[in-house]
């Protein structure tokens, strides 16, 4: 049982380029999120999912763009990545959006240059 | 929408001495309040929750106590080790129209001295 599976790991962009984060869960759970972790910022939310088929924005969504392919996946896409985009992205998923914990991948360190 | 506030942002204690974390909430109608221990380079993960129809929980060395009123909650770490160190959040789940989901705080760096 893998959980929520984050690929990939590491990432190094140059300003300007574009990439896919991708996320997949294993546990048959409606909600998916996006989450940006930052120092002394805590997780912010990108987008979610609340069922599939659905994506909404939250806190932070410019400069993103989100997918929810099937029940199992949601990718987060950078068109043209910035500086201020570099950060630690986390994934997550749970069985409902409201009043359920979460489960969160490994996460994915980016740095853009 | 929701909004929580998490103190202290840095928080040093002896081992073997006990730790506290407080949060508050400003939408009265959360209803669900989880922590979250994120150690370096690691994921976060669940380590306790509680519903706004218990005042208290326990789990082991761990307890989280809510104040609906004040709308507060707190998490209580006994006997702290050195695995104790770690990022703590705290959330909260709004259950109304619009809502998205979990809000975080932005967290409690806990550093357990020897």
């Known amino acids: 049982n893998a959980g929520v599976t984050q690929t990939p790991k590491f990432q190094v962009l140059k300003t300007g380029q574009s990439m896919t984060l991708q996320c997949a869960q294993d546990?048959?759970?409606?909600?998916m999120y996006w989450y940006r972790q930052d120092p002394g910022m805590g997780l912010r939310l990108i987008y979610y999912?609340?069922?599939?088929?659905?994506?909404d924005k939250g806190e932070v969504p410019n400069g993103y763009n989100v997918s929810r392919l099937n029940k199992r996946e949601f990718s987060l896409r950078l068109e043209s990545a910035a500086p201020s985009q570099t950060s630690v992205y986390f994934c997550?998923?749970?069985?409902?959006?409201?009043?359920?914990?979460?489960?969160f991948g490994s996460g994915t360190r980016l740095t853009v240059v | 929408g929701e909004n929580v506030e998490q103190h202290p942002s840095t928080l040093s204690v002896q081992e073997g001495d006990s730790a506290v974390i407080k949060c508050t909430y400003s939408d009265s109608a959360s209803n669900y309040f989880p922590w979250y221990k994120q150690e370096l380079g690691k994921r976060p993960q669940l380590i306790i929750d509680i519903r706004s129809n218990v005042g208290e929980k326990k789990d082991q060395r761990i307890a989280v106590t809510l104040n609906k009123t004040a709308k507060h909650f707190s998490l209580h770490i006994t006997e702290t080790q050195p695995e104790d160190s770690a990022v703590y959040f705290c959330a909260a789940s709004y259950s109304g129209g619009g809502a998205d989901g979990l809000t975080f705080g932005k967290g409690t760096h806990l550093i357990i001295q020897p």
């Open positions: 999912s609340a069922s599939e088929g659905t994506t």
């Open positions: 997550a998923s749970s069985e409902t959006l409201r009043g359920l914990s979460y489960t």
């Open positions: 546990m048959n759970h409606n909600s």
